[in-house]
């Protein structure tokens, strides 16, 4: 049995790659400032698009340069209706409030991250340190046509699905040995 040759990738594959990459995620600079100007929400198309571009530019260029690995990072659309439809017009929440809220949010994420409590959380729920957190089921995102919604993420925060029902939410949880965390 032969084992695998790793080649070295050129200039050319690293261009090309880029490039579709960048054609691939480009929508979300229109699409992610069109939603979170969305007429009552007080933020302006341009100063979300601008921020758009630069937080997508800094964040994949120290993806790249700092963690060495070829993923480009940019604002999760789910995530953006539901701060827009949900935190800021469903509940009226000003946007900057609500963006201090997400702001918190993120030092909380970091200083679990950096330190050991995620890994001690996640011992303690499984009972050892190598098995990997469970999931969560998101709280139900309901759209402004009255349609409800229910995500499915893994540990990682990756969505594996989402559904019209809490019932098919926590099915699909438990069958994949899942232990849901967070059911509303």
Not at 22 to 28: A, E, G, H, K, L
Not at 66 to 84: D, E, K, Q, S, W
Not at 143 to 157: F, Q, R, T
Request: a negative charge; charged letters at 10%.
């Amino acid at each position: 049995m032969s084992t695998p040759v790793e080649e070295k990738p050129s200039l050319r594959t690293e261009a090309i790659a880029g490039i579709t990459t960048f054609f691939t995620m480009s929508y979300i600079v229109v699409v992610n400032p069109s939603i979170l100007s969305t007429a009552g929400t007080g933020m302006s198309f341009s100063g979300v698009l601008t921020a758009t571009v630069l937080v997508c530019f800094s964040m994949t260029l120290l993806m790249g340069l700092y963690a060495r690995l070829p993923f480009a990072v940019a604002p999760g659309m789910g995530i953006n209706a539901f701060f827009t439809y949900g935190i800021i017009l469903g509940m009226g929440v000003p946007w900057p409030t609500a963006l201090g809220i997400i702001f918190w949010a993120g030092v909380l994420f970091l200083l679990v991250s950096v330190t050991r409590v995620r890994e001690l959380a996640c011992a303690v729920q499984s009972g050892d340190r190598e098995t990997p957190c469970s999931s969560g089921l998101e709280p139900e995102i309901k759209l402004p046509n009255g349609v409800k919604l229910y995500a499915l993420h893994a540990a990682d925060g990756t969505t594996l699905g989402i559904t019209d029902t809490w019932a098919s939410a926590y099915s699909a949880a438990v069958q994949n040995n899942f232990v849901p965390l967070s059911v509303h």
